[in-house]
């Protein structure tokens, strides 16, 4: 079975800086696609980011990045320029590409962006 | 619609009452998830919709959990004499295609609340 781990359940970042949000998951499948996702407290979970694990090179979209080291099995989150909007729940998500598609989420970690 | 809605945002029940949780999904969307999300912890999985046809309800915790999606398009997930367990936040996403790269897209939810 696939799991998603979330080590940090919180963090927080100064305004403008740069912070890294950590996760791993265990799987034996070779392809499969990885999610970030934020939670504000208004509850809608947004698509922050997306990888496909057969792309090697790191998905960027503006001040999010990844760092996705497969054979470590490791997904990290990265975000530039942190801005007070930024402050949110933050969950890692896995899908297999077969089966069902569903979400297999950490348990999530709580980003606070101070001023 | 422009997104996924849910209602009712908040239901308040005793405990033993049935319960009825809607979910509109997205115009079109062929897949139609539903997840259960505890105080504090990620989204799990409950059940999946394929059109009409529930494929996969693996998640549902005990057979006091039904869902259906008769049409293919709105979907209800029914609870039947409630307990306290059962409080939590219940998310609905959809997709249009569910192949696991196209991302799903998520309802603001139904915090339920059982007395």
């Known amino acids: 079975a696939q799991t998603v781990t979330q080590s940090q359940p919180e963090m927080s970042v100064q305004e403008a800086e740069t912070v890294t949000l950590s996760c791993t998951y265990d799987t034996s499948e070779n392809n499969y696609y990885l999610f970030w996702y934020k939670q504000p407290p208004s509850r809608q979970m947004i698509l922050v980011i997306r990888?496909?694990?057969?792309?090697?090179q790191n998905a960027t979209e503006n001040r999010f990045s990844v760092n996705f080291q497969k054979a470590a099995k490791s997904f990290s989150l990265k975000i530039s320029d942190s801005q007070l909007g930024d402050t949110a729940m933050y969950f890692c998500?896995?899908?297999?590409?077969?089966?069902?598609?569903?979400?297999?989420f950490g348990t999530g970690t709580r980003l606070k962006v101070l001023a | 619609g422009a997104g996924v809605s849910q209602s009712p945002r908040y239901k308040v029940a005793k405990r033993g009452q049935d319960v009825a949780l809607r979910c509109d999904p997205i115009?079109?969307?062929?897949?139609l998830f539903w997840y259960q999300q505890a105080l504090g912890q990620g989204p799990e999985f409950l059940t999946y919709f394929q059109n009409e046809a529930q494929l996969d309800k693996s998640g549902l915790p005990s057979d006091r959990f039904f869902a259906e999606r008769p049409e293919g398009s709105v979907s209800t997930l029914k609870i039947q004499r409630t307990q306290q367990e059962d409080s939590a936040v219940y998310l609905c996403?959809?997709?249009?295609w569910g192949q696991g790269k196209q991302p799903q897209h998520f309802g603001d939810g139904t915090r339920l609340s059982i007395l």
């Open positions: 990888q496909e694990a057969y792309k090697q």
């Open positions: 115009s079109g969307h062929v897949s």
């Open positions: 996403a959809s997709s249009l």
């Open positions: 998500a896995f899908i297999s590409t077969s089966g069902t598609y569903k979400y297999i």
